[in-house]
């Protein structure tokens, strides 16, 4: 059984900023890829930013230099700093981690979200 969870989301003023962070544990032999994705009302799911076991980023081209990405690999976490938000940057945002069990299977699972509210 694996668990992602997700902390640290909640309601910040425009120009503030929040950190989201994301713990995967269970029956993980290693993590490929951990990222975050964003669900806004009425919107399609959409990229955030990932970052790879060997430390490559990718970010949504909307999204850089006020969004980082980072993670603790011996921790199973990634974390996602974000500044000088937006209300349109109000969303749910989700966790996903790319991983092998100890069977050599590769999977992907998500977790249950963090509300991000920007107010003007």
């Known amino acids: 059984q694996v668990r992602v969870v997700e902390s640290g989301g909640g309601s910040v003023q425009a120009g503030g900023s929040l950190r989201l962070s994301c713990v995967a544990s269970?029956?993980?032999?290693?993590?490929?890829?951990m990222g975050w994705y964003r669900q806004a009302p009425g919107n399609e799911r959409e990229l955030v930013a990932t970052?790879?076991?060997?430390?490559?980023?990718n970010y949504a081209d909307s999204l850089k230099g006020r969004f980082t990405i980072s993670r603790d690999i011996a921790e199973n976490t990634a974390n996602l700093q974000m500044k000088s938000l937006k209300p349109e940057d109000t969303a749910v945002y989700c966790c996903?981690?790319?991983?092998?069990?100890?069977?050599?299977?590769?999977?992907?699972?998500w977790g249950q979200g963090a509300q991000v509210t920007v107010y003007s």
């Open positions: 996903n981690v790319h991983f092998a069990d100890y069977g050599l299977g590769l999977f992907d699972y």
């Open positions: 269970g029956s993980i032999f290693g993590i490929n890829v």
């Open positions: 970052m790879t076991r060997d430390g490559s980023r």
